[in-house]
């Protein structure tokens, strides 16, 4: 490579490069973002979740479908309809499996979602903050 500019006096490296090192960080940081994964990009494997031995998740998961959203029903009626009385627990009619099943999966809907978004919060705290960790890096440089 052939020396466009004189050195700096103050330096050991031409300016030719020194701005030919910026571009190289600079499409090094472009490169780094778009490796880093968006939220909505981020590969789920559903096995990482369920807790269930190998080879066997689909039956686990059948058995988590069928009695998860229940027990989660049973206890918010028992925990915010019954206001944690027993007895008034009791009077509810618990016969009815599929309507205690879909209060259920309608809370474990409703909390899958706050957790999701909650998530989704704390990637974006992360990412903002790698950001301004790589921009601060970046002014003590003074690039």
Same mark, same amino acid.
């Given at each position: +490579? =052939? &020396?466009?500019s004189?050195?700096?006096?103050?330096? &050991? +490296? !031409? %300016?030719?490069?020194?701005?030919? *090192?910026?571009?190289?960080s600079h499409d090094s940081i472009e490169r780094h973002k778009v490796?880093?994964?968006? /939220?909505?990009?981020? =590969?789920i494997d559903y096995? %990482? /979740?369920?807790?269930?031995?190998? *080879?066997? =998740? *689909?039956?686990?998961? /059948?058995?988590?479908? &069928? !009695?998860?959203p229940y027990l989660i029903g049973l206890t918010f009626l028992f925990l915010f309809v019954a206001r944690a009385s027993y007895e008034y627990f009791l009077e509810f %009619? @618990?016969?009815?499996?599929?309507?205690?099943?879909?209060? *259920?999966y309608e809370v474990s809907a409703v @909390?899958?979602?706050?957790?999701?978004f909650l998530a989704w919060l704390n990637h974006y705290r992360n990412r903002y903050n790698r950001e301004n960790l790589r921009t601060k890096s970046k002014q003590r440089r003074g690039y």
């Open positions: +490579m =052939e &020396l466009k004189r050195p700096d006096p103050k330096s &050991l +490296m !031409s %300016n030719d490069y020194r701005s030919t *090192g910026k571009q190289f490796k880093e994964e968006d /939220f909505l990009n981020q =590969e096995r %990482n /979740f369920v807790f269930a031995p190998e *080879g066997y =998740e *689909g039956p686990v998961l /059948f058995v988590y479908l &069928l !009695s998860l %009619n @618990l016969s009815s499996y599929f309507v205690i099943w879909a209060i *259920g @909390l899958l979602l706050i957790i999701i």
